[in-house]
């Protein structure tokens, strides 16, 4: 039974109203997820989102196991408010295994963001509220474990609302992607 779901301010990649839009609940902490990012993301990048195919929507899914990962996906919403949204999602995956809070603040040093008001974003757990509705949105979904990705016609008339058809559990080869696409 196909699901609609709504985008949202979900941080995307590629075109808003690309045909086809894939959206992945992941946690930083993860190394399944790194996985994707390593592996999988820049063949997706490459043949799907620059040429227009497909949208990227990254939820966060921050698992309760992983005790750095909850500051990690509010650090990347944080540089999102920046318009660094990738550059830290790209950052954290690169940097996986230093993700405590004083690694955190300087990554936004080095991605040249204003570190006062990342630093503010941070502590004062601002985006914590939207981490919590993307858990629940992947839960109400039926996800367990990350990587998750979902897979679904871009509503044309209204490209905030996706029309899923596809669960893809765990970090699975770029041809599980291109036989779903």
């Known amino acids: 039974n196909p699901q609609t779901i709504s985008i949202g301010a979900s941080p995307i990649k590629g075109k808003a109203d690309a045909p086809v839009t894939i959206i992945e609940y992941s946690d930083y902490q993860c190394p399944f997820c790194a996985r994707h990012y390593r592996d999988v993301l820049p063949l997706i990048q490459q043949e799907y989102i620059d040429t227009g195919k497909v949208r990227f929507v990254m939820r966060e899914n921050p698992l309760a196991m992983h005790r750095d990962a909850m500051n990690a996906s509010m650090a990347a919403l944080c540089a999102g408010d920046q318009g660094k949204y990738w550059d830290m999602?790209?950052?954290?995956?690169?940097?996986?295994?230093?993700?405590?809070?004083?690694?955190?603040?300087?990554?936004?040093?080095?991605?040249?963001?204003?570190?006062?008001?990342?630093?503010?974003?941070?502590?004062?757990?601002?985006?914590?509220?939207?981490?919590?509705?993307?858990?629940?949105?992947?839960?109400?979904?039926?996800?367990?474990g990350t990587p998750a990705f979902f897979i679904g016609r871009t509503d044309p008339s209204d490209p905030d609302k996706v029309n899923l058809s596809v669960f893809i559990k765990g970090a699975q080869s770029i041809d599980q992607f291109r036989a779903s696409i």
């Open 89 to 144: 999602h790209n950052m954290l995956f690169d940097n996986q295994k230093q993700l405590g809070v004083d690694n955190l603040k300087s990554f936004a040093g080095t991605l040249g963001l204003d570190t006062a008001a990342f630093n503010e974003c941070l502590d004062s757990k601002k985006h914590e509220k939207t981490v919590q509705a993307d858990l629940a949105s992947g839960a109400k979904l039926g996800m367990a």
